[in-house]
């Protein structure tokens, strides 16, 4: 039984595209996440959101939205792809919303080409 | 300057040594974190921390709340701990903040 699941794991796509990938969790957790790897490695909070609130962080350009439909679901849409969107998206999640261990996805590697 | 700094940044062992990887992190914090990233690019929880000690296995997580450092140990490394070992805090925001990772390369 997979935790924390990711589709697709692979995305390549061409600049100005339109894209979503999916993240789903079957452990019951309330509080989902979604991360961006760049290119050296280095992991960095995109949002984190429960069923009250969305945190975003204030350097994630609004071409990524989250979407919820339910709490075990958390996906994420770009608009207009760039050539700097290209990294490996982590979805991730825990139980409550502060200090929790969390569960990491397998990750999506996106290429903009 | 980075909130949370690791060293070293790399790391390469012979089969058997003991390994420190040590993070030192700047701002308030609720809970730390220790990950792994496998080769393969999986990322998993080794241990979550806000005082003390941990250990599990062979693995042992420390932490120095009034100092802000914190050590992963690494007893009879082996191969299969080659890996990218991210420290990682939950801060004010409630968000991780990670570290740049340490890649540790453990030699038969």
């Known amino acids: 039984d997979t935790a924390v699941s990711q589709t697709p794991k692979y995305l390549v796509t061409q600049m100005g595209n339109d894209k979503s990938i999916k993240c789903e969790q079957n452990?019951?957790?309330?509080?989902m996440y979604w991360y961006k790897q760049d290119s050296k490695k280095f992991l960095k909070i995109m949002f984190s959101y429960n069923n009250k609130e969305l945190i975003i962080n204030e350097t994630v350009p609004n071409r990524f939205s989250p979407k919820s439909p339910d709490k075990a679901h958390l996906n994420l849409h770009i608009n207009s792809l760039e050539l700097g969107d290209s990294a490996v998206y982590f979805c991730?999640?825990?139980?409550?919303?502060?200090?929790?261990?969390?569960?990491f996805g397998p990750g999506t590697r996106l290429t903009v080409t | 300057k980075n909130e949370v700094e690791q060293s070293p940044q790399n790391l390469t062992a012979q089969e058997g040594e003991f390994i420190t990887i040590n993070c030192s992190y700047s701002?308030?914090?609720?809970?730390l974190h220790w990950l792994q990233q496998h080769p393969g690019g999986g990322i998993v929880s080794l241990f979550m921390?806000?005082?003390g000690k941990k250990k599990h296995g062979r693995l042992i997580a420390t932490i120095n709340i009034q100092e802000k450092h914190s050590s992963l140990h690494i007893t009879a490394s082996h191969p299969r701990d080659s890996a990218v070992y991210i420290c990682?805090?939950?801060?004010?925001?409630?968000?991780?903040?990670f570290g740049s990772g340490t890649q540790l390369t453990v030699l038969p």
């Open positions: 921390l806000s005082s």
């Open positions: 452990l019951g957790h309330d509080t």
């Open positions: 991730a999640s825990s139980p409550g919303t502060s200090g929790r261990e969390q569960y």
């Open positions: 990682a805090v939950t801060g004010s925001a409630r968000q991780l903040t």
């Open positions: 701002v308030g914090i609720s809970a």
